[in-house]
């Protein structure tokens, strides 16, 4: 019998913009795969339009939907460092985002995947093992989500699902000045640390550079194939 066609993933490279620029690229997305779903108006349905855009954000801390509302005495804290602050839908508590991390925000239909969401989460961080040991860096799962190096946070996972349909994604330590974390909790989670690729090989790692082996590696976990595009969605 012939194996099912591998589902098809659309690459938007954003480069560096603002948290805020990057949300809504991700609701015009959502909007296309729910718009593909219902046959645009009356139609056959249309493929799912997946896409994984790949940026870097200018500095700003996130928090998601855990534990309730998010103190606006920190959120003003957390402001005057000179950082955004953004409250999301996605899962998890406070982190942050800035320039020397590689941003990924998958948009599928997790149903073309035959993925529940706990496996989707896993083959996140499986996709972002992968990438670690194609540097030669040992990571591991934890029984915190994420990717960890030793007792050291490499990359932070957060989603939103809603009609099957991803948002939000991973970000992984390529370069970046990791002295923002020190302002927070990342997380949610006492007594463990960051690390980024630099940090671990002792040299300079670049998002550039990281990019490519990335792709790569979740090319290979999720069984799909990627396509890229100079779509401007931003």
Not at 71 to 97: Q, S, Y
Not at 139 to 156: E, F, L, M, Q, Y
Not at 194 to 199: A, E, M, N, Q
Request: proline content about 7%.
């Amino acid at each position: 019998m012939k194996p099912p066609p591998r589902p098809v993933v659309q690459v938007l490279r954003l480069g560096r913009l603002s948290y805020a620029r990057a949300l809504a690229a991700q609701q015009r997305l959502v909007r296309r795969h729910l718009e593909a779903r219902d046959g645009s108006g009356g139609g056959w349905p249309l493929p799912p339009p997946h896409a994984l855009v790949l940026c870097e954000h200018e500095p700003v801390y996130t928090v998601g939907l855990r534990r309730g509302p998010y103190p606006e005495a920190e959120e003003a804290r957390l402001r005057r460092l000179g950082a955004d602050f953004h409250r999301t839908d996605r899962g998890g508590l406070v982190t942050f985002h800035g320039p020397g991390q590689l941003v990924c925000y998958p948009l599928l239909d997790l149903r073309a995947f035959r993925l529940p969401l706990r496996l989707y989460v896993a083959q996140l961080e499986a996709a972002a093992i992968g990438l670690c040991r194609r540097f030669g860096v040992q990571a591991c799962r934890s029984p915190h989500t994420g990717v960890w190096v030793r007792d050291n946070k490499i990359c932070a996972i957060g989603i939103h699902c809603g009609r099957y349909i991803t948002s939000h994604g991973l970000a992984l330590n390529c370069n970046m000045d990791l002295t923002w974390f020190e302002h927070i909790v990342p997380c949610g989670i006492e007594g463990k640390g960051v690390t980024s690729l630099s940090r671990e090989l002792d040299r300079d790692v670049t998002v550039e550079e990281a990019t490519l082996p990335f792709l790569e590696a979740f090319e290979e976990q999720f069984q799909c194939t990627l396509t890229f595009s100079e779509e401007n969605i931003s």
